[in-house]
């Protein structure tokens, strides 16, 4: 009889056990955050109106970038975790930084002929490129600042693009247009296809796939089979999420968290 009321009392355990089971918090960071972003190396880097902040999976705070930039950070790439490269659009300049997040250089962007940058993303042909929206052209630069590629986009765009993000791997280029979805380019820089998708503003660009949220799912889009889109439910659909590794991540404006399911 008794091992009976424990086999009971087991089963009326399990759901609580399985809820349990479905996402544990390891650590959480109150924090303003405009952008979140992710490295190779599994650090997570926070934006906010004071700087660039890095911390690793267990939230701890490992360094900083406060220098004072007129406008604020418009944008992070972190694709090369030793090159980091920080962008100011109020003062066309990129700051590329080291794994530390201490200033190794300062690019003047007019310096390299560009009359209007609103983009820029490593490139993983050890340079960077920038997006002019006053010519519509995609620049690659080495780090030398020697200009080594050029493309015209003006086919492939319309007179609404608002280029919102740019990121490269090893085979495309994507460029988000806000409100409206992915264009993508090779490696080359040639067009290939465009994706369409309002919640795509802000993605995460793997080696092989581009992965944005979508109302309560995260969404994995292959550049390779574009038709192919595989998506997975996120538990927190009030946060932004992204999983990397066996870790989920949720931010907000307020902060972020690491969870495990």
Sequence with gaps: MRSSLLFIFHLLLLPLYSHAQQERVYCAV???????????????????????FQYDLECRQINSFTQRITGGITSVDVSNPL?????????QT???LNDQLHVQSTIVLSDLGILLATLVCNSRNDGFRVFDQATQKLFRFDYSLNRIQENDL?????????????????KIIAISNRGSGILVLDRFGNYMQSYSAENADHFYLTDSEIVFTKDDKLVYLSPDKFNTIISEQIDNHQQTAIKLNNRWIYYDSTGFSVSEK
């Design 30 to 52: 109150k924090t303003p955050v405009n952008h979140l972003y992710f490295d190779r190396l599994n650090r997570i880097y926070a934006v906010n109106n004071t700087g660039l």
């Design 83 to 91: 090159k980091i490269l920080v962008f100011s659009r109020a003062e």
């Design 94 to 96: 990129i700051y590329l």
């Design 154 to 170: 003006r086919a492939a765009l319309n007179d609404s693009f608002e280029p919102v993000m740019m990121a490269e791997n090893e």
